[in-house]
């Protein structure tokens, strides 16, 4: 039941779905993560704030490249019997970690406006933060939102055919 009311079952619904996501998820844990790097002053948000469209366009199209492999490293944690809440919890853990692989080079490089190396050499360093947060996010905001809206969408259109 879970599975049918929360989660998207057409392509329209999973655009909006990813559309919700990505916009949440890119205003909090973008500029939380360059926060954190040079510190939390408005100069810097407003800073964050000029790159977001940018950074949302990236994580856009890394929600659609990681969507396969991360389904498939999801069905390697859960089974088809586990309750909704692992497969989500599971899904969210792999898309998180492919995500935040690429978005703390990519991300790095929109950020500061050009392509250096830095990002790579300091990725060991600057990762497990970077998946901490968004982690934190999806998990507690992005995703619990998402699912909220595909619910009502779906109790609303199911109460319309009936």
Known sequence: MEFRMKLPRSKGEFALFIGIISVISVNIIAPLITCFEFGFHMAVWANV???LPFIWLSVVALVL???WP???LTGRIV???DSFRAHMVAN?????FLMS???TVVGTWIGSRQIT???IRTFFYKWPRNFSISFAVELLVAQ???RLVMWKLHEHRDRERC
């Open 49 to 51: 704030l000029h790159v």
């Open 65 to 67: 490249l990681t969507y």
């Open 70 to 72: 991360a389904e498939w």
């Open 79 to 81: 089974k088809p019997e």
């Open 92 to 96: 969210i853990l792999c898309t998180v």
């Open 101 to 103: 692989v690429f978005l």
């Open 117 to 119: 190396l830095e990002p």
């Open 144 to 146: 619990p939102i998402a």
